[in-house]
Nanobody, 124 residues
């Protein structure tokens, strides 16, 4: 059974930074796509960043390009989302998820197999 556990929730002022972590446990393939999504109340989840675990290729939505960075520590099976220059519109529930690496750049939430529990980010 695959589990994703997120940490790093918090509240910051606009312009500040936060780092989210996503630790994966269980039996997974050697190459995956780890995606980061956020969900506003009443809206569908939208992808903001993703990383292919073999090779480290990253993808970003235009709304976060230049401000968010996703990275990984394969030894710890942990993926990070560093969020800088945060804006009030970044306030949302953030989720990490895992899927096969094909089409990692498309941020299609329906293709992800397992999800974290979500963590709240508040920017004021």
């Amino acid at each position: 059974h695959v589990q994703l556990v997120e940490s790093g929730r918090g509240s910051v002022q606009a312009g500040g930074s936060l780092r989210l972590s996503c630790e994966v446990s269980g039996s997974i393939d050697g190459n995956n796509c780890i995606g980061w999504f956020r969900q506003y109340p009443g809206k569908e989840r939208e992808g903001v960043a993703a990383i292919v675990t073999l090779g480290g290729t990253t993808y970003y939505d235009d709304s976060v390009t230049g401000r968010f960075t996703t990275s990984q520590d394969n030894a710890k099976k942990t993926t990070y989302l560093q969020m800088d220059q945060l804006r009030t519109e970044d306030t949302s529930m953030y989720y990490c998820a895992i899927r096969s690496p094909a089409y990692c750049s498309t941020f299609s939430a329906g293709w992800y197999n397992y999800w974290g529990q979500g963590t709240q980010v508040t920017v004021s």
